[in-house]
């Protein structure tokens, strides 16, 4: 019998960095794969849905909640650095900036962008996320999935169909239990100096302690939302408790106990205004969940 911890009706605002989202049914954070395979066991027994949150930076949950169980897995955490091969293994609740800084001590290169994203290494698999010219699928070698019927399977980076913001991963009901990356050696002073210009520069051009999901809108290639945005003069502009940021216009901040309905009010505005104006339809990066 494993001993993790089923919760009922907890507040999944605590799990997400907007500070928004209604209770989960049912909730666990499991620490290792066993329990993550008992908790499937589990769902399978009592027939309910499954829902995934990483550190819960990319995630719009509804004020309503979220039916079924919700796995969190920030309390999923290991990494073993190979600095010879420079081959980093990592269990998925890993922090992207903990792996880049453990990166940079080892004199590893090619995390020196991941520093500021506040996220899961399983989140940014999932979303391929990325910074700077660079993302995460650029440094894969493979990931360690669980189905929903308990199946492992080990998946090569080049079948995961990464794109921009993008990968397989969104449209399947898989957890990433581990990730397997192949950085570059460099030389680790400079590696460490460059981490740190990024995080200094992410701060200068972010709201980055707001309570946000970073940037709302994926970029209509080659022109950036926050520019399309901040031309149809929604800088500031407010909804309820959600207000577009002054610094970085892609960005909505939760400034007064915003709630779901707040947020996805303001998007569909931002996406009228941008369509009226210039006939581009901005896509949602942020993913949202129960509605
Ligand atoms: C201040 C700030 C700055 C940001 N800057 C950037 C940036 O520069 N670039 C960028 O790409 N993103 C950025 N983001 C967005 C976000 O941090 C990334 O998308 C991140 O990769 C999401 O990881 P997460 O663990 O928070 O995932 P979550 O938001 O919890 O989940 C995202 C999706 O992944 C799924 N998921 C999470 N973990 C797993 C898992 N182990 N197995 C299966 N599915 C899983 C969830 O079900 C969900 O569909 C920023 C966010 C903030 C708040």
């Not at 919700?70 to 609740?93: P, Y």
């Not at 999901?213 to 022109?223: A, I, K, M, Q």
């Amino acid at each position: 019998m494993s001993s993790i911890q089923l919760e009922k009706n907890i507040s999944l605002s605590k799990f997400t960095t907007w500070r928004i989202g209604g209770p989960a049914e049912w909730i666990a954070q499991p620490k290792n794969i066993e329990e993550i395979q008992y908790l499937i066991n589990w769902i399978n027994e009592k027939k309910i849905p499954c829902n995934i949150i990483g550190a819960g930076s990319n995630l719009l949950i509804n004020d309503k909640g979220i039916k079924g169980l919700s796995i969190c897995m920030r309390n999923l955490k290991g990494i073993q650095i190979d600095k010879n091969n420079a081959i980093i293994e990592v269990l998925s609740g890993e922090m992207l900036p903990t792996l880049a800084r453990k990166a940079a001590a080892s004199g590893l290169h090619g995390l020196e962008w991941a520093v500021g994203i506040p996220g899961t290494i399983g989140g940014a698999i999932v979303m391929n996320a990325g910074a700077q010219e660079h993302c995460i699928s650029s440094y894969l070698e493979s990931i360690t999935t669980l189905s929903l019927k308990g199946e492992y399977k080990i998946r090569k980076a080049k079948d995961l169909n990464f794109g921009y913001r993008d990968s397989l991963l969104q449209n399947e009901q898989l957890i990433v239990v581990s990730v397997r990356l192949k950085l570059a050696k460099g030389h680790a002073e400079k590696i460490r100096q460059v981490t740190t210009e990024n995080l200094n520069h992410r701060l200068k051009t972010q709201p980055y302690t707001a309570q946000t999901c970073g940037s709302v809108f994926r970029n209509p290639e080659p022109l950036k939302a926050a520019k399309l945005i901040e031309e149809v003069g929604l800088k500031g502009f407010r909804f309820g408790g959600a207000e577009i940021s002054k610094i970085h216009s892609n960005f909505i901040i939760n400034v007064n106990k915003a709630s779901s309905c707040d947020v996805r009010e303001l998007i569909k505005h931002i996406q009228k205004k941008v369509f009226n104006s210039y006939g581009i339809l901005l896509e949602t990066e942020v993913k949202q969940c129960g509605f």
